[in-house]
C-alpha cells in the first residue's frame, strides 16, 4: 500500500477508485467499502484508495474533546493494507481545507488532483463548509466530471448500524464480544512495557504495565480475558485496567499476567487482544481477597477457548 501525506499525483498515475472518511476502527462496514473498492478497480483498470485524516476533524473543531480513537494511525495503516487497499491518502484537516465547499472539494481535490473515476461512499455522508456536499451533489457533478458514485448501506449487527461511535460504546460498556463481532477481529492495544508499582510481583501475580497511545480509546475500567503476543508469540493473559483501588492507586493504568511467561519485558513493546470481560474493577479489603479473585481469574482464563 502507498502512502501519501498529501495530493500530489504524477500526470500518469492510474485513475482511482476512492472514498472517503475516518475509517476509525476499519470495522466491518468499513471493510465492505474496501471490498468493493477493490473490485471495482480490477474490473475498470483502476486502483483503490481512501482519502483519510489526522488528527479526527472533531479535534480540529473543538481541540478541547476528549475524542477517543479506535486506532492509533500505525493500526490503520496496517488494517487498510490488511484488507487489501492499494492507496491511503492522510490529509491534516487545516484551515484552507475545511473551508472548501463541497463543490470545491469535488473539482479541486477528487478530480483534478486525485484523478478519481470511481467513488464509494457510505449511507450518511456529508462533506465541505457547513457539509454542503452530499450524494446528491455527487450524483449531479459526476457526469459532468467523469466520475461514477455509488452509495452502500451500513452492514448491521443485532438491528444496529454498524459504526465507529457503537463500537466505542460497547466498549465503554466492556461489552468485547459485540465489539469484536462489529470490528471483525479483536479489538486491541498495544505500547511498551515500563515501570509500575511492582506490588503484583508481591503476591505471585507479576504484571506487565503497558504505556498507551493517549488517543486511544481503553475500555471501561475492569478485568478482562486477553491474547498476549510477545515477540510474535502467543500467550494467554488476563489485563486489568484501573486505579488499583485495593492498593489506593491514583493513576489509571493498564495491566496485563501473562501466564506461564517468566522473562523481563521492560522497554519490551507489547501487544494485547481483548477476548472477553472478567469483571469490573473491585476494591478488595485485604491483598489475600484479592488474590483469591485473581487465582478465580486465572482458571478463567486457562479453561476460555483462545
Not at 18 to 40: A, E, K, P, W, Y
Request: charged residues 25%; proline residues 3%.
Amino acid at each position: 500500500m502507498k502512502i501519501k501525506e498529501n495530493f500530489l499525483r504524477s500526470d500518469s498515475a492510474t485513475p482511482l477508485a476512492l472514498s472517503i472518511g475516518m475509517f476509525d476502527g476499519v470495522h466491518l462496514g468499513h471493510q465492505s467499502i474496501i471490498h468493493r473498492l477493490n473490485t471495482i478497480a480490477q474490473i475498470k483498470n483502476l486502483e483503490s484508495a481512501i482519502l483519510t485524516f489526522w488528527p479526527h476533524p472533531r479535534k480540529v473543531f473543538n481541540p478541547d474533546d476528549d475524542l477517543k480513537l479506535l486506532n492509533t494511525i500505525d493500526e490503520k495503516k496496517y488494517l487498510l493494507q490488511k484488507n487489501g487497499l492499494q492507496h491511503l491518502f492522510l490529509k491534516e484537516f487545516d484551515e484552507d481545507f475545511r473551508n472548501l465547499t463541497g463543490e470545491e472539494f469535488v473539482r479541486q481535490i477528487l478530480v483534478e488532483q486525485l484523478k478519481v473515476k470511481h467513488l464509494i461512499v457510505g449511507y450518511d455522508h456529508t462533506f465541505g463548509k457547513n457539509r454542503s456536499g452530499d450524494f446528491s451533489l455527487l450524483k449531479k457533478m459526476g457526469p459532468e466530471l467523469g466520475f461514477e458514485v455509488k452509495q452502500v448501506e451500513a452492514v448491521n449487527y443485532k438491528d444496529l448500524n454498524i459504526s465507529s461511535t457503537q463500537i466505542r460504546n460497547a466498549l465503554v460498556k466492556g461489552d468485547i464480544l459485540s465489539a469484536n463481532k462489529m470490528l471483525g477481529y479483536n479489538y486491541s492495544v498495544s505500547g511498551e512495557v515500563i515501570h509500575g508499582q511492582k506490588i503484583g510481583r508481591t503476591i505471585g501475580y507479576p504484571t506487565a504495565n503497558i504505556q498507551i497511545d493517549p488517543m486511544k480509546l481503553l475500555p471501561k475500567n475492569g478485568a478482562y480475558i486477553v491474547d498476549v503476543f510477545v515477540n510474535k508469540q502467543h500467550f494467554k493473559g488476563m489485563l486489568s485496567i484501573g486505579t488499583n483501588p485495593t492498593v489506593e492507586g491514583k493513576l489509571k493504568t493498564v495491566e496485563v499476567y501473562i501466564l506461564d511467561f517468566k522473562d523481563d519485558l521492560y522497554g519490551k513493546e507489547i501487544s494485547v487482544n481483548f477476548r472477553d470481560f472478567l469483571h469490573d474493577e473491585i476494591k478488595f479489603e485485604s491483598l489475600e481477597q484479592l488474590i483469591i479473585r485473581l487465582d478465580e481469574d486465572k482458571e478463567l482464563t486457562s479453561n476460555f477457548n483462545f
